[in-house]
């Protein structure tokens, strides 16, 4: 089983546009993986959605691989991360968890590797948007993350954190 695990991550690479997509899940030792890869769009909540209410009382254990993406439904995405209280992160030292995935990743139990943000842009005009920023920072800070690590990973550059 371990095998097939390790086959699915090999097989994920990070590619900007690549649909954002969830594999498996993959029972093991009594815990559930999937690997996410691919750009965040419009229908990533839908497939959070349905993971996690298929796998309620489960511990997840998520192998990220993306480089974010569209940021409409992030707060929603969080919420549902965080509401689930069983979820480990996982970014292999080969794979990449940018922007949204990072936001995501945030939001779980427990993070094991390297985390990208930046602020949250307009996705047509490549601008910052503010309002956005300031509910993503409000619910990072009812999750009990300082203030002042808040804004530094809401910058506008890409800052590396190792959560390991």
Known sequence: MKRIILLLLLFVTPVFGETFSISGPIKYNGEYHVVISGTYDSN???????????HKNEVLIVHANSPGGNADDII????????????????SDK???????????ISSKQVYGKL????ITNSTTG???????AQVMNRLSS???PNSQIQ?????VL???NYE
């Open 143 to 145: 999750y009990g993350i």
């Open 116 to 119: 990208r943000f930046h602020g």
């Open 152 to 156: 530094m990973m809401l910058g506008y």
């Open 95 to 105: 794979s990449v968890c940018d922007s949204c995935c990072a936001l995501t990743a």
């Open 127 to 133: 601008k910052l948007n503010p309002f956005m920023n």
């Open 159 to 161: 800052v590396p954190f």
């Open 44 to 54: 990533s909540f839908k497939e959070f959605k349905k993971l996690y209410d298929e």
């Open 76 to 91: 929603k995405i969080m919420d549902l991360v965080r509401e689930h209280n069983k979820t480990i992160w996982v970014v």
